[in-house]
């Protein structure tokens, strides 16, 4: 089965340092999301993105969270200046349509702020 | 906005034996209901869903149920094995026909052999 790709699997940062998570969507899926689960607890949304653009947000993702296809295969998720509560397993996910479908998720980066 | 209701937080089960996770809905206009497991190390991995013009739905040894009326959904998992370990998922969509999915807070299912 096609996977999502996530890339690296482990970062660790400095509280206030900008960081950049990678993903690799499934080739022929046109939603992409990120999504972050901390330690414990229940996987939370952060973002959709769909034809170049946002289409929904969460509370979570606030001014210091972009997200960014830069090319026909990367999906990227900044955070500009990382807080300690920002330490979190972030999924990226895609599908092939945005509404009722099946997610599938990536193995995860464990971000870890110091 | 959609809010999710997930029980028990963990469950142990005998091998062989049944597993039932409940999940309570607080928007009567959703219609899609996924269930995820979640084995440790990767991420969520969607094992059925039922969409709200069905009352039941079987893959297997994995079934959901639905009851609109109650607004709740429940996972069974028969003739459970050591496999299914793992954490599972139930979610729902944030309104209807939006792509923000909620998720409960997991249940810890072991199957001891």
């Known amino acids: 089965e096609p996977e999502v790709t996530q890339t690296p699997s482990h970062q660790v940062t400095q509280m206030g340092q900008e960081v950049i998570l990678r993903c690799v969507p499934i080739?022929?899926?046109?939603?992409f999301y990120w999504y972050r689960q901390i330690l414990g607890q229940k996987v939370e949304f952060l973002v959709s993105?769909?034809?170049?653009?946002?289409?929904?947000k969460s509370e979570i993702f606030d001014d210091q969270f972009s997200v960014e296809r830069p090319d026909g295969s990367n999906f990227t998720l900044k955070i500009r200046s990382t807080k300690l509560e920002d330490s979190a397993m972030y999924f990226c996910?895609?599908?092939?349509?945005?509404?009722?479908?099946?997610?599938?998720f990536g193995s995860g980066t464990q971000l870890s702020v110091l | 906005g959609e809010n999710v209701e997930q029980h028990p937080s963990t469950l142990s089960v005998q091998e062989g034996d049944s597993a039932v996770i409940k999940c309570t809905y607080s928007d009567s206009a959703s219609n899609y209901f996924p269930w995820y497991k979640q084995e440790l190390g990767k991420g969520p991995q969607l094992i059925i869903d039922?969409?709200?013009?069905?009352g039941e739905k079987k893959d297997q040894r994995i079934a959901v149920t639905l009851n609109k009326t109650a607004k709740h959904f429940s996972l069974h998992i028969t003739e459970t094995q050591p496999e299914d370990s793992a954490v599972y998922f139930c979610a729902a969509p944030k309104t209807v026909n939006n792509n923000d999915m909620r998720f409960g807070a997991g249940t810890r299912l072991t199957v001891k052999p």
């Open positions: 080739s022929n899926h046109l939603y």
């Open positions: 996910a895609s599908s092939w349509m945005g509404i009722n479908e099946k997610l599938f």
């Open positions: 039922i969409r709200s013009n069905v």
């Open positions: 993105f769909y034809n170049n653009e946002i289409s929904e």
